[in-house]
């Protein structure tokens, strides 16, 4: 078995745009998928990029990737890491390329000095979210997550109050 992780690279974005597709399928939600690949690569490659890249390959060929950024925390006064997109093909899963992945993101948290690593996960993808507290993640139960989408924006920048 030869899982490896390697730094995306621009000439990924074919592939990562891909897996963004198939992800959005397995999440029922692929109607939401709104960039195209010119926007996966000027957004994780371009010279603004606030976010990285990980390529999982097996046997030298692309089974998963992982979109991640930093974040930071005022109570911690450390960054945190964000993972925000984890994916693995279908036929690639249980061979341990998506804990390769976290680990790998692991490592990169706390080589960077991190105090926290964190994503979110649906509340219906049961089998992720028994393979996540295995690791020892624990549900952040006390937070609600909010939104303003880009209309939401556009309507709260206006708004005069």
Not at 34 to 45: G, H, K, N, P, W
Not at 117 to 142: C, H, M, R
């Amino acid at each position: 078995m030869s899982i490896t992780i390697r730094p995306a690279t621009f000439d990924d974005a074919p592939t990562i745009m891909q897996f963004i597709i198939e992800l959005a399928i397995y999440e029922k939600a692929e109607h939401e998928v709104l960039a195209t690949q010119a926007d996966i690569e000027y957004s994780i490659f371009g010279p603004e990029s606030s976010v990285d890249a990980v390529i999982c390959e097996y046997e030298g060929h692309p089974i998963g990737f992982a979109v991640y950024f930093f974040n930071y925390s005022t109570w911690l006064g450390k960054n945190g890491l964000f993972l925000e997109d984890l994916y693995v093909t279908p036929e690639s899963r249980g061979i341990g390329a998506g804990k390769a992945l976290l680990k790998h993101l692991n490592q990169i948290a706390l080589d960077k000095g991190c105090g926290r690593f964190e994503w979110n996960v649906l509340d219906w993808n049961t089998p992720s979210i028994e393979f996540y507290e295995s690791i020892g993640a624990k549900p952040q139960s006390e937070w609600i997550g909010y939104r303003l989408d880009q209309e939401a924006m556009e309507t709260f920048s206006k708004s005069e109050h």
